[in-house]
């Protein structure tokens, strides 16, 4: 057996990332205002800030309701009063009317 020598940059020149493949597979099932919802994930940060990024995550969607989950009761309470501005922020990086309403419930936040 011959052994063959893999360049780590070469490797992962060829690697795609989530999101695109994501965007292909849902716009087959799905219609595409459902597949812009999508992009949430990749805007979250710059459309919420960091410090509320670090404690709250997109979750789910249900027709326009976005689901977030938070890290404790307080930023739920906190968060509901940004709830207009987040919506504002978060309708301008995606699409126009996305998403309508923001529901927080305490859950995992992952990074």
Excluded at 20 to 31: E, P, V
Excluded at 85 to 105: C, G, H, T, Y
Aim: proline share 3%; hydrophobic share 40%; aromatic share 6%.
């Amino acid at each position: 057996m011959k052994a063959v020598h893999v360049d780590k940059k070469d490797k992962n020149s060829n690697l795609i990332h989530i999101s695109g493949i994501l965007d292909k597979a849902l716009g087959q099932f799905r219609k595409e205002s459902d597949t812009h919802l999508t992009r949430i994930w990749d805007v979250w940060s710059d459309a919420v800030g960091e410090p509320i990024a670090r404690n709250a995550k997109p979750h789910a969607f249900k027709d326009k309701i976005l689901i977030v989950h938070v890290s404790s009761s307080a930023w739920i309470h906190q968060l509901s009063f940004l709830e207009k501005d987040m919506l504002s922020s978060i309708n301008s990086k995606i699409a126009p009317s996305q998403v309508e309403q923001i529901r927080f419930q305490i859950g995992k936040i992952h990074s």
